[in-house]
């Protein structure tokens, strides 16, 4: 069915990783085929991507809602789909992270298994373009990410798949909200291909393989090497280690949406004239000995453009009072290994996120869409 074999850096595995590799073999052995129409009532559509679909269910036996996950068997390896339901049944124990229900089964063209369903959406469906949430709200948001990221960090696993659409709500005030979709989850130190992709959430350590992620549909490995049909030689495949610094990242570009409305830049290259501009001041600030030259208060100069005798913030930055850039310099610090953990934001809550006029233009902008 599928070798024992892992992918995983052996001297990097956690007592959970391995425990996730013993559980898919497991379950691989007992996964059932059913008719979903005869055990559940299935009522609408609550999401879909390109993993497959998501429908609200009412079990017939029980009569208790949940929410079916559909994978396409013509597109899901079996392994991909036990790794990601028994890392949802047995890890995400953490209130803020998707759990699977105990139910997985197989239909003719798909691989199922039922979750805890959230009834109010996604987070997606709460940021108003270009205005963003209210700022008690984000705070709310970002502690609850937090949690469940570090949660998954300690047992040795990274999401690596962080945005708007995989955020779900339980309540519209998002006072709980829930991580899921783990499909792109893997342990850290795993050896993955480096893939650029144009996007903020993509890292500014991706780059190295900017070019090479388009076509690798066409070409096959030969001695590390990638080559065309035609047997040309091509840029070389970029494998990296799996870090929790990339949840980090992302963790930062999605705080900045939801205070904002919008991205910081298009996409994190050198060529994007916003992300540059970023970067120019990041250098500034950050000594050779790593410290942050910004302060989590404001003092003396009070222009909005700039921080103490520090240098100008970068535009996009300037609605941010010195303690949300201080968070946003840590987060999306371009050098993974220093990048700040999410257990690290936590120090960050409480205090005022956004600049006052910001904050009153934002709360106008709310009421004229609301």
């Known amino acids: 069915m599928f070798s024992r074999g892992s992918s995983e850096a052996t001297n990097t595995m956690t007592a959970a990783t391995k425990l996730l590799d013993e559980l898919c073999h497991v379950t691989a052995q007992s996964l059932c085929s059913m008719d979903t129409d005869e055990h559940f009532h299935v009522l609408k559509l609550l999401g879909e991507g390109s993993y497959g679909k998501v429908m609200l269910a009412m079990h017939r036996k029980r009569g208790t809602p949940m929410a079916l996950k559909f994978f396409p068997r013509e597109s899901t390896s079996l392994l991909s789909f036990l790794r990601e339901y028994n890392l949802s049944l047995s890890f995400c124990t953490h209130p803020s992270l998707t759990t699977a229900l105990g139910i997985a089964y197989s239909t003719p063209s798909h691989y199922i298994f039922a979750q805890q369903p959230s009834l109010f959406g996604d987070l997606y469906d709460v940021i108003t373009p270009e205005v963003g949430m209210e700022e008690d709200c984000c705070q709310r948001v970002v502690s609850q990410l937090c949690g469940a990221l570090s949660h998954l960090h300690r047992l040795g696993f990274v999401h690596r798949d962080l945005k708007p659409e995989n955020i779900f709500l339980c309540d519209a005030a998002c006072r709980w909200v829930k991580l899921g979709d783990f499909g792109m989850v893997k342990a850290r130190g795993t050896k993955v291909p480096e893939v650029w992709y144009s996007s903020p959430y993509c890292t500014p350590e991706a780059e190295v393989a900017r070019g090479n992620q388009d076509s690798w549909r066409e070409m096959k490995e030969d001695n590390g090497h990638q080559r065309t049909r035609t047997g040309t030689r091509t840029r070389t495949r970029v494998w990296v280690s799996v870090e929790p610094s990339t949840d980090s990242w992302a963790l930062g570009i999605l705080t900045y949406a939801m205070l904002t409305g919008s991205h910081p830049w298009a996409e994190t290259s050198g060529d994007c004239r916003s992300y ?44 941010f009072t010195p303690l949300a850039c201080s968070l946003f310099l840590s987060l999306l610090d371009p050098r993974p290994k220093h990048r700040g953990q999410p257990e690290d934001m936590l120090a960050f809550l409480g205090g005022q996120w956004m600049v006052e006029k910001e904050r009153e233009r934002l709360e106008e902008e709310r009421k004229k869409s609301g």
């Not at 989590?296 to 609605?319: H, I, L, M, S």
């Open 276 to 319: 540059l501009k970023y970067r120019q001041w990041v250098d500034g600030v950050k000594s050779p000995g790593d410290g942050l030259d910004v302060w989590a208060e404001p003092q003396g100069d009070t222009r909005p453009n700039r921080q103490k005798d520090g240098p100008p913030v970068a535009p996009q930055f300037t609605c």
